[in-house]
């Protein structure tokens, strides 16, 4: 048995495709035994996101504290993980938001790494490209950045983005179409003014 | 630059931002939700909302406090009309017509108030749209300005009408100014005045405040004692006033309204003492359901003479 039977509200295990044996979610280990499954996933869809890992945590633990309080709203079990990537993704959304004032713009967390690596020409072009793409990504919106992170990180189709996130296809495309725009541009003034 | 070189270097930077697993700590922490996170259902409602629900409260109360002080303070603000004697057929103005009753705070418009209050107090703290926050701010500040402006706003004045006495008399020698009134006696007078409604928006006239130039032992002064009106058609003679009902005035419309009076015991025909003046009328008007007095100041003051020995 996959899951844990209980008195109210059910979740099918993320781990299978329904119908699998339901799980309580109004039962504590049960909740703590699905996050478990979620939680890197989460934790570093949040870092990509938010680009700041202990923020990550930040934002990851209060989507948690959202899920559990609104578990009962989930009827279908089946749909955990993306039930639950949904909450992440509005959590960080308002941290993006919450921040914009204070915009922080960090180094590259493998800068060291890839010093080792690469001969110096491929480095300096390497980092002069990635810092562009960096500084365009700090201004993307919030909203702009999550669908970008979403389908060049987690490599999901625009209808499985508008699922996750809730909004229709044709707005999920012209978000993208809108952040890549962006990035070109700030990649181009980039090139023009070294 | 490629679009696929754009995406390369997209994706590079994305594998770049990735920590990794979520460390130890997350993991206990989210492990421990269920436990620590506050509780769900009506009691996790009532645990969050109380606090907000209690900060508004006490603001509700300050307010209200304020409000009554004001509002009782304030002569005919939310006070309660008399019902007069029923028009008939044969109207006629008697005393008591159109004078407010009793002065009380408006407990309709305070809980309204206060409601409202708590309501976009809450919203303010807890919206997480700030466009929705400001919004509830911005309500609040209206309430309060609205709040702030009840009892206070002169939108009735003199204008638009005849200005007049009866019975009347010439005035006497030495004195400069005033209307004067032939009465001897605690007589009965009437002045005519015509009001206009100068605001931008309708409003009723409800009648006037209570206790209008009433003094101890008042009997002995002029003293108002009742309001009534003049129809459309019927121009310039205060005594075809007809009972005061109550009467809507849209902006810049006028009327006349006759303001029954009494002299006073000490009220004379001759010159003996000096004058007794009213220089303004409290007419009590509503408007957006709001009580207000406003202050008519008469263009010349109403005078009668005095033996001074009554």
């Known amino acids: ?194 | 630059m490629t679009d696929d070189r754009l995406e390369r270097d997209i994706r590079q930077f994305l594998v770049g931002r990735d920590p990794g697993p979520a460390p130890v700590s997350l993991h206990a922490a989210v492990s421990a939700v269920p436990n620590t996170a506050p509780v769900s259902g009506i009691r996790g409602f009532l645990g969050r909302a109380l606090p907000p629900l209690a900060a508004a409260a006490v603001l509700v109360v300050l307010v209200t406090v304020l409000a009554s002080l004001r509002l009782v303070s304030f002569d005919g603000a939310g006070a309660t009309p008399v019902i007069g004697p029923t028009p008939s057929s044969l109207p006629s103005l008697v005393e008591g017509d159109g004078v407010m009753a009793t002065v009380s705070p408006s407990l309709l418009h305070l809980v309204l108030a206060g409601t409202a209050l708590i309501g976009l107090g809450v919203v303010a703290a807890r919206a997480k749209r700030r466009v929705l926050g400001y919004g509830a701010i911005t309500a609040i500040l209206g309430i309060v300005w609205i709040g702030s402006m009840i009892g206070t706003s002169d939108a009735v004045e003199q204008g638009g009408g005849s200005f007049g006495v009866e019975p009347f008399m010439e005035r006497p020698a030495g004195f400069e100014r005033g209307v004067f009134v032939r009465a001897e006696g605690d007589a009965e007078f009437r002045i005519l005045v015509g009001v206009t409604n100068l605001s931008r928006l309708p409003l009723d006239l409800v009648g006037v405040a209570p206790g209008a130039a009433q003094i101890p032992d008042a009997e002995r002064l002029p003293r108002i004692v009742g309001v009534g009106y003049l129809p459309d058609d019927d121009c310039c003679l205060p005594t075809r006033a007809q009972p005061f009902a109550r009467l809507h005035l849209d902006p810049g419309e006028s009327i006349q309204i006759v303001i029954l009076g009494r002299a006073g015991r000490c009220a004379s025909a001759t010159v003996e003492s000096g004058a007794s003046q009213i220089e303004s009328v409290p007419l009590v008007y509503e408007q957006l359901t709001l009580i207000h007095t406003a202050a008519v100041r008469l263009e010349e003051p109403v005078s009668i003479l005095n033996n001074g020995i009554c």
């Open chain 1, 1 to 194: 048995m996959l899951g844990v039977e209980g008195d109210r509200g059910t979740i099918w295990s993320p781990a299978r495709p329904a119908p699998i044996e339901p799980i309580v979610m109004s039962r504590r280990d049960a909740f703590a035994a699905v996050m478990e499954r979620q939680l890197d996933a989460a934790y570093r869809l949040a870092a990509v996101i938010l680009g700041d890992a202990g923020e990550a945590e930040d934002a990851v633990h209060d989507a948690a504290v959202a899920a559990w309080r609104s578990r009962e709203l989930l009827r279908e079990g089946a749909r955990f993980e993306a039930w639950f990537t949904r909450i992440v993704v509005n959590v960080c959304r308002d941290r993006l938001r919450a921040r914009s004032r204070h915009r922080v713009v960090q180094l590259p967390a493998d800068f060291a790494e890839t010093a080792r690596n690469h001969e110096r020409s491929d480095l300096l072009a390497a980092l002069a490209s990635r810092d562009s793409i960096g500084r365009g990504f700090a201004v993307l919106e919030p909203d702009e950045r999550i669908v970008l992170v979403l389908r060049f990180w987690r490599d999901l189709t625009v209808d499985a983005i508008a699922e996750q996130t809730g909004i229709p296809s044709g707005t999920v495309k012209s978000r993208l179409n809108h952040a890549l725009g962006r990035l070109r541009t700030a990649l181009a003034i980039d090139e023009v003014t070294p």
